[in-house]
């Protein structure tokens, strides 16, 4: 009978543990659903613009289209004439994109570039990866003329009394160069 009355306190304890753990997996709003593992952010391969697109003309080098879009994630050793441009992220906060542009050369010269159309244009690419909340309303920095007006003169101050030369002991040192 005493060893069943030891137990009951520790069967007790482990039953609400177990109950308690189950309620706060099936609940989003408590701290199991505020606490979520790091994830990696994954970017693979070179971003191309709209504004790059624009750049490549055909005709132009293997050199000029490399200094342009940078070097092709993928240049097949089967498919010399064409490098393939793969831009791939995955980013917390924010939605996971994928595109791929194409470059076709004829020997050393650019035959043509397939893009699809909706590419995007930098400054559009940098706010679809932000994951940075701006406030509703930004504060304003400057007056306007009208407000500077409103503003009251500063008081008038009559000028301070020249100060005083500074009393103490004077010390002559000797110079620090020989």
């Not at 543990?17 to 099936?26: E, F, K, Y």
């Not at 199991?32 to 693979?44: A, D, S, W």
């Not at 992220?89 to 159309?117: C, K, M, N, W």
């Not at 304003?140 to 000028?159: F, W």
Request: net charge neutral.
């Amino acid at each position: 009978m005493h060893r069943s009355v030891s137990r009951l306190p520790a069967a007790l304890l482990a039953a609400c543990t177990l109950a308690g753990c189950a309620s706060l997996q099936s609940s989003d709003q408590n701290l199991l659903g505020m606490v979520t593992p790091y994830r990696i952010e994954i970017v693979q391969g070179n971003v191309v613009t709209r504004e790059q697109a624009a750049a490549i003309q055909p005709g132009m080098a293997r050199a000029q289209v490399r200094d342009i879009l940078g070097s092709p994630l993928l240049a097949d050793v089967f498919h010399a004439d064409r490098w393939d441009y793969i831009f791939t992220i995955r980013r917390t906060g924010a939605e996971p994109q994928r595109r791929s542009v194409t470059a076709y050369f004829d020997g050393e010269r650019l035959q043509r570039l397939d893009a699809p159309q909706d590419l995007p244009s930098e400054a559009e690419f940098v706010s679809s990866i932000s994951t940075a909340k701006l406030p509703a309303k930004l504060p304003v920095l400057e007056l306007t003329p009208e407000q500077r007006a409103k503003l009251p003169a500063p008081a008038r101050t009559e000028a301070a009394p020249a100060a005083a030369a500074p009393t103490g002991a004077t010390r002559d040192y000797p110079p620090l160069e020989p």
